[in-house]
């Protein structure tokens, strides 16, 4: 038996985490940050079936409420201690924490579970929680934060090869208060419309009935985690006059002059819906695909979520992060400086990237689309091991 289980007082906690009413959830990074929490959160569902749980989440989280399986609200909130927050005024950004405060303390939340990745401090929200007059408060923690937290799991991650995914990082913080996972998927709940919505968009841009297609997505929040464009293009070009697929490049507004960069190397012809996709729809067309082809970024998890196999050009900037329990290839070029976790490559020469070629992108592709197919599903991934191990790493 582990140490964790042994301990009477963690016992205790046990039985006073399955007695939570109102639960708050805090989740203030990116999107896929979020859906990589998927599992544990619904773990934590399946162990409080009657609770009200709440989630609190930056404005991209937020943006997928309606795709959250077990959430009753979502409370948006751009933390200043999270990253991806934008720029604010202190003076706007004070007003917000008060006010957040003062918000959580009316809802009466009987206990918050705060999750971060490991280069996070779950520290600043254990004190709004704290202030808000929440008891019971569980993360994990490097630093001993003393009453911050009533329920403190040591950090234990170090970022290096071979560490914990971020999927079972978060499951096994809340299975440390008791809360063990049916499934270890990642959830994603699509209402209906958003397919018939994108029928009717592929239509409107010349795509018929059921178009066999798939999906590239060039785009990425930081600069370091993106394939040059150009090079997408090539790659999508040798897939699309190999499977005999449409190419469909996607990516959000701020990207389009990727995607244009992308297809213009493509030399061939492509569909972009860069900038027309809300999430639903996004959701749509990627589970419609025969595969993804994406940096490490939030479609990636999406499409892990929804059963289509990705290859994913992985810049080797952080390795909890490759797609999970999907049929998928992770290519990456090794390099001394990997684990930087930096947004701009420092060393300049971006070569964890830039050292893997088209030819080897179209040849993952076809592989992975060959063996789904071998393997009767029909290019789905449904039935593949839950595990970051599906995604086979390739070093090129």
């Known amino acids: 038996m582990s140490p964790v289980a042994a301990d009477p007082a963690r016992r205790a906690d046990r039985a006073a985490w399955g007695a939570v009413g109102r639960l708050l959830l805090v989740r203030l990074d990116n999107l896929g940050d979020l859906l990589m929490t998927t599992p544990a959160m619904a773990a934590v569902r399946a162990g409080l079936p009657d609770a009200h749980i709440a989630l609190l989440a930056s404005a991209a989280g937020a943006a997928a409420r309606e795709h959250l399986c077990g959430i009753d609200e979502v409370i948006p909130f751009n933390a200043p201690w999270v990253k991806s927050a934008p720029d604010a005024a202190p003076e706007a950004v004070g007003l917000a924490e008060r006010e957040l405060i003062d918000r959580l303390a009316a809802a009466r939340f009987d206990a918050a579970i705060i999750f971060t990745v490991c280069t996070q401090s779950a520290l600043p929200a254990a004190l709004l929680c704290r202030l808000a007059g929440i008891p019971r408060r569980l993360a994990h923690s490097r630093e001993n934060p ?139 067309l990627i589970d419609g695909a025969r595969l993804l082809v994406a940096n490490n970024t939030g479609p990636v998890h999406m499409a892990a979520a929804l059963g289509t196999p990705v290859v994913t050009l992985y810049a080797l900037t952080n390795p909890q992060h490759t797609p999970w329990g999907v049929a998928a290839r992770v290519l990456s070029h090794d390099v001394p400086c990997r684990n930087c976790l930096r947004s701009v490559c420092p060393q300049g020469h971006h070569a964890c990237l830039a050292r893997i070629e088209p030819p080897q992108v179209a040849q993952a592709a076809i592989e992975l689309m060959d063996e789904c197919r071998a393997a009767g599903r029909d290019l789905r991934a449904d039935q593949w091991p839950v595990a970051g191990a599906a995604a086979r790493a390739r070093p090129v």
Not at 153 to 161: G, R, S, W
Not at 247 to 275: H, K, Y
């Open 146 to 284: 003393y009453a911050l937290l009533s329920d403190w799991v040591p950090e234990p991650d170090v970022i290096q090869t071979g560490m914990r995914h971020e999927v079972e990082r978060q499951l096994d913080l809340v299975a440390s208060v008791g809360f063990e996972a049916a499934s270890r998927r990642l959830q994603w709940r699509n209402p209906p419309d958003a397919a018939r919505r994108l029928r009717t968009r592929l239509r409107a841009h010349g795509m018929g009935h059921d178009p066999a297609y798939f999906v590239v997505h060039p785009g990425a929040t930081a600069a370091s985690r993106r394939y040059p464009p150009e090079r997408f293009g090539q790659a999508a070009a040798l897939i699309a006059r190999t499977s005999g697929l449409a190419a469909v490049f996607t990516g959000g507004p701020q990207e389009m002059e990727l995607v244009e960069q992308a297809r213009a190397a493509m030399g061939a012809p492509s569909l972009s819906l860069a900038g027309e996709l809300p999430l639903g729809e996004l959701a749509a």
